[in-house]
């Protein structure tokens, strides 16, 4: 079946501009995860959305960062006025539901470039 | 909180010896381990997880680890290298029964195969 797709595979944008990354997850998989991955610093988790639950935004780096999820299935995050060090690839996952032994299933990426 | 070491950011061995990817982790809880498989330009891949179960993992591509808790550490190894297996390999650490659904990333290791 399909995966975990992401869009764009590829954005550059300008320093001070706004950017919408997405997230489409496996149909019926309840749990999804944004995670940002750039030289230097490994994979970091950014925010988590389970059901109807709050989400765990404990890992979103400034206020500049956001992300909603819409009837439970597609993602946005937002990035505001994107700085370079923003600079990185974004990456999705789903699962089944959320806990923490579930097999998370990634997407391509985003590859986020601010000249 | 949890932390997870990958010993070694590079790994180089020749086709058809063995392989061993080094992780020691640190949590507070009894943990979940996984690891994660990165070929070039594609997502990131489950390759096994243990999960208080046996403490020899089997997973895919013939790849399997062991938990040992007095070593704190689940490395990851493989008896003979193919060509196929030259990719980015992450070790990952999230807590059971602590309310938190992230996953920690180790800085990864990659692993080269010379044929």
Redesign the interface.
């Known amino acids: 079946g399909a995966g975990v797709s992401q869009s764009p595979s590829n954005k550059v944008t300008e320093k001070g501009k706004d950017v919408e990354l997405r997230c489409d997850p496996i149909s019926g998989h309840t749990a999804l995860y944004w995670y940002r991955q750039s030289l230097g610093q490994g994979l970091e988790f950014l925010i988590y959305f389970q059901g109807n639950s709050a989400p765990d935004k404990s890992g979103l780096p400034s206020d500049r960062f956001s992300a909603e999820r819409t009837g439970g299935s597609v993602s946005t995050l937002t990035i505001q006025r994107t700085q370079q060090e923003d600079s990185a690839v974004y990456l999705c996952a789903s699962s089944h539901a959320g806990g923490p032994t579930r097999e998370q299933y990634f997407g391509p990426g985003t590859r986020l470039t601010v000249t | 909180a949890q932390s997870v070491t990958q010993l070694d950011s590079h790994v180089s061995v020749s086709e058809g010896t063995p392989v061993l990817l080094r992780c020691n982790y640190s949590s507070s809880y009894s943990p979940?381990l996984?690891w994660?498989v990165q070929h070039p330009?594609?997502?990131?891949?489950?390759l096994l997880?243990y999960?208080s179960a046996a403490t020899l993992v089997k997973g895919i591509n013939g790849f399997e680890a062991e938990f040992k808790k007095s070593e704190t550490s689940f490395h990851l190894t493989k008896p003979s290298a193919h060509m196929s297996d030259a990719a980015e390999y992450?070790c990952v650490v999230?807590?059971?029964?602590?309310g938190?659904?992230?996953?920690?990333?180790?800085?990864?290791t990659k692993l080269s195969v010379i044929p």
């Open positions: 979940s996984f994660y330009n594609k997502g990131l891949q489950l997880k999960t992450f999230t807590i059971s029964g602590a938190s659904y992230q996953l920690t990333f180790g800085k990864g």
